[in-house]
C-alpha cells in the first residue's frame, strides 16, 4: 500500500484577539490561495487543526469557516470538541515524532517560490529560527521539596514558537488520525 502524501501548510497569526474577523479572514484566504497554487489542490479537503488550550477558539473557528468548501476540523475523541488540547506528554510525543521524520527525511519543506504565503522570504527564516531554539526548558527546583521542571519550548528571550506547534500537531495529528481513523466536524 502506498503511503498517502500529506501536505501541511501552516498557518499562524499574532492578530489581537479582538480581531477574530481578520483571522478568520485570513485562514480562509490562505486555502483559497493554497488550492489556486496547484490544480491537483483546487478541490482537495482541507483538515485544521486548532489548538485549543486558551479556551474556545477552535470552535469559533469552526463555526466561521463552516462556509468554507470541504474545510473541515479535527473533533478530540475523548471530549467531543474541536480543537486539540496539548499535554506535557502531547508535546513530547510530537517534537518526538518531528524530530523522527526529520532526520528519516520524510519532512520536506518547499522553497520560494512555490510557498504560498503573505511572506515567503521570511516564512522560512522564521521556521528555521524557531526550530533552532525549540528544545526542553529545564528549571531547577528552588529547594529539596520541589521538583525540577522540565518543558518543551522556543519562547526564550521573546521568541515564538507558534509555527513550530502548527507543524507539529499537523505532522502528528495527520499521522494518528491515518493510524487511527480520522475524527472530524
Request: net charge positive; proline share 5%; hydrophobic share 35%.
Amino acid at each position: 500500500m502506498q503511503t498517502p502524501q500529506v501536505l501541511f501548510s501552516n498557518i499562524y497569526y499574532c492578530l489581537p484577539q479582538t480581531e477574530p474577523q481578520k483571522q478568520f479572514n485570513l485562514v480562509t484566504d490562505h486555502i483559497i490561495r493554497l488550492r489556486r497554487s496547484n490544480p491537483q489542490w483546487h478541490n482537495s479537503p482541507v483538515i485544521i487543526y486548532v489548538e485549543r488550550n486558551l479556551g474556545h477558539e477552535a470552535e469559533h473557528h469552526h463555526h466561521a469557516l463552516k462556509d468554507v468548501p470541504n474545510v473541515k476540523f479535527r473533533v478530540d475523541p475523548q471530549r467531543g470538541r474541536v480543537g486539540i488540547l496539548t499535554t506535557k506528554e502531547t508535546k513530547h510525543a510530537m517534537a518526538t515524532l518531528l524530530n523522527v521524520m526529520i532526520r528519516e527525511q520524510r519532512m520536506h519543506v518547499l522553497q520560494s517560490p512555490s510557498i504560498v504565503s503573505l511572506d515567503p522570504k521570511n516564512c522560512i527564516n522564521r521556521l528555521q529560527e524557531q526550530m533552532h531554539v525549540y528544545s526542553y526548558q529545564y528549571k531547577a527546583a528552588n529547594d529539596t521539596f520541589q521538583q525540577e521542571r522540565v518543558a518543551i519550548s522556543g519562547k526564550i528571550g521573546g521568541m515564538k514558537d507558534d509555527i513550530v506547534i502548527a507543524l507539529q500537531l499537523g505532522v502528528y495529528f495527520t499521522e494518528l488520525d491515518l493510524r487511527n481513523g480520522l475524527s472530524l466536524k
